[in-house]
């Protein structure tokens, strides 16, 4: 049995998928939005993470509860702009559309997160194409457990 077929079916699988396989679509925010609009948004389009843009390009994330920390704080979250409370580039832990699913598993579990922004590397121009979430994984999972029927 080579070292391969010992790492198991969804391994493989997962070393042979790309992000782009198996990614949400593209969905942020401006960083000029309030912190209250930014809830409204994750409500709107049932998201865990938002991802924040200023002229299309990638500055910044937010999670669940980053706004549950801000509505603690109990500023004015109409006045507060995204920017105030949201995780900067380039503590953006991200991956690429083209990047092996297991390489995109790998950073969600080492640094602790829900979601990576997925972007695209063209002609020397990056641009954010789409998220990779754990919910992408647990379905990936679910369909491939399904066609192995094990
Ligand atoms: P939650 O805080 O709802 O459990 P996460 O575990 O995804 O959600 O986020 C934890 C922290 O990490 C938050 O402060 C958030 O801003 C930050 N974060 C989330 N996703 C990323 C990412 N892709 N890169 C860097 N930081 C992130």
Redesign the pocket.
Known sequence: ITAKQNKGYIYNKCTVKKVKDCMSPQNSINVKTSVYDAIIHLFNFDL??LIVVESEKLV???????L?KAALNRKNMEKIPVSMI??RMP????CFEDDNIIEAIE?LIK???????VLRKEKGKISLVGRFTKTNVTKLFYQELKNKSI
């Open positions: 865990g993470t910044g994330i937010i999670s669940r509860k980053d549950l949201m995780t503590n953006i832990v991200h950073k640094h602790e997160i829900d979601s990576l922004p």
